[in-house]
T-cell receptor, first 113, second 114 residues
Framework: NAGVTQTPKFQVLKTGQSMTLQCAQDMNHEYMSWYRQDPGMGLRLIHYSVGAGITDQGEVPNGYNVSRSTTEDFPLRLLSAAPSQTSVYFC????????????FGPGTRLTVL | AQKVTQAQTEISVVEKEDVTLDCVYETRDTTYYLFWYKQPPSGELVFLIR??????QNEISGRYSWNFQKSTSSFNFTITASQVVDSAVYFCALSYQGAQKLVFGQGTRLTINP
């Protein structure tokens, strides 16, 4: 199993550009989520999905869109990048209960100039 | 609301010292879950342990041990005889029954000096 994969690993954008961060998992997990990590703030939930076709907002959803057309993939779209979106982005997945551990991808370091 | 506080932003010790990372949580839920994750310099997040609110038994895994005390709402992590490879950022996190997110603390950056 590859686990949770993310692409790209690094990305630099200019303000106003759009892009999609890719996330895929091969563990057949129902639940997938996106977090951003900023210095001194831990990780904060952006969006999550409890299954194909179902998505919902997390703690900091503004400026981001998601969709979940398959169990495996959960892309995160930045519609119009802003410097405040400079961060490290992590995708995660888990199965079943919130008691279960989340498996995290390797992260995408995004810089918006 | 749920909240996790890791008051120690950075800790630096010399190799072979014991070190304890503090985690204090707030929740009104009676069924909740606590986690520790490690983020080494390479950047990935590595799951270390989980504990549910009904299990206050302490856990030991090699040089790592965890002390869960509901009376003080704490879930502290101790590394015995620390090693340079333990250098990382450590996150404590909280979830609860039916939750759709993990609530993370701010993280503690641990540096083990040779």
């Amino acid at each position: 199993n590859a686990g949770v994969t993310q692409t790209p690993k690094f990305q630099v954008l200019k303000t106003g550009q759009s892009m999609t961060l890719q996330c895929a998992q091969d563990m057949n997990h129902e639940y997938m989520s996106w977090y951003r990590q900023d210095p001194g703030m831990g990780l904060r939930l952006i969006h999550y999905s409890v299954g194909a076709g179902i998505t919902d907002q997390g703690e900091v959803p503004n400026g981001y869109n998601v969709s979940r057309s398959t169990t495996e993939d959960f892309p995160l779209r930045l519609l119009s990048a802003a410097p405040s979106q400079t961060s490290v982005y992590f995708c995660a997945s888990r199965t079943g209960s919130s008691y279960n551990e989340q498996f995290f991808g390797p992260g995408t370091r995004l810089t918006v100039l | 609301a749920q909240k996790v506080t890791q008051a120690q932003t950075e800790i630096s010790v010399v190799e072979k010292e014991d070190v304890t990372l503090d985690c204090v949580y707030e929740t009104r839920d009676t069924t909740y879950y606590l986690f520790w994750y490690k983020q080494p310099p390479s950047g990935e997040l590595v799951f270390l342990i989980r504990r549910n609110s009904f299990d206050e038994q302490n856990e030991i895994s090699g040089r790592y041990s965890w002390n869960f005390q509901k009376s003080t709402s704490s879930f502290n992590f101790t590394i015995t005889a620390s090693q340079v490879v333990d250098s990382a950022v450590y996150f404590c996190a909280l979830s609860y029954q039916g939750a759709q997110k993990l609530v993370f603390g701010q993280g503690t950056r641990l540096t083990i000096n040779p």
